[in-house]
Every structure is written in structure tokens, then in C-alpha cells.
């Protein structure tokens, strides 16, 4: 497996992971639960965001890997 395809599935695994914890945030009545889940939804689009900047370096430097 690719770096650039590890990098993609821990995307996509970490964007299930968001959807989740916004069900969860939606579905808990306790406010520190609730703000809990919403700075781990924060942190979670921080590190989607680095993610998917750098599975544009890596589709830049290495275009073999483009769209895999």
C-alpha cells in the first residue's frame, strides 16, 4: 500500500469518525457531553484539513498516485 493511499483511507476513516461523533453530539442532552463531542469534531476537521493537504502534495509531487 502507498503512502498516498494510507493517507486517503485515514481520510476517509477519520470523516465516518466526524460523522459520528456530530450524531452523538446531536443525540446527547448532557452540555459537557454535547461540548465534549464538539471539540472533538474541532480537532478532528483541524486534522482532516492537514490530511487532505497532504494527500495533495503527495498527488503533486507523485501524479501516478492521482486519484487512487
Known amino acids: 500500500m ?3 493511499s494510507q493517507v486517503k483511507q485515514t481520510l476517509a476513516t477519520l470523516k465516518g469518525n466526524q460523522g459520528t461523533l456530530r450524531l452523538y453530539a446531536l ?3 448532557d452540555e459537557e457531553t ?4 464538539k ?3 474541532a ?8 490530511l ?4 495533495q502534495e503527495l498527488e503533486y509531487q507523485e501524479p501516478q498516485y492521482k486519484g487512487n
Open 27 to 29: 443525540q446527547t442532552r
Open 52 to 55: 487532505e493537504r497532504r494527500a
Open 43 to 50: 480537532v478532528t476537521g483541524t486534522i482532516i484539513d492537514d
Open 34 to 37: 454535547r461540548g465534549i463531542y
Open 39 to 41: 471539540e472533538a469534531l
Open 2 to 4: 502507498t503512502v498516498a
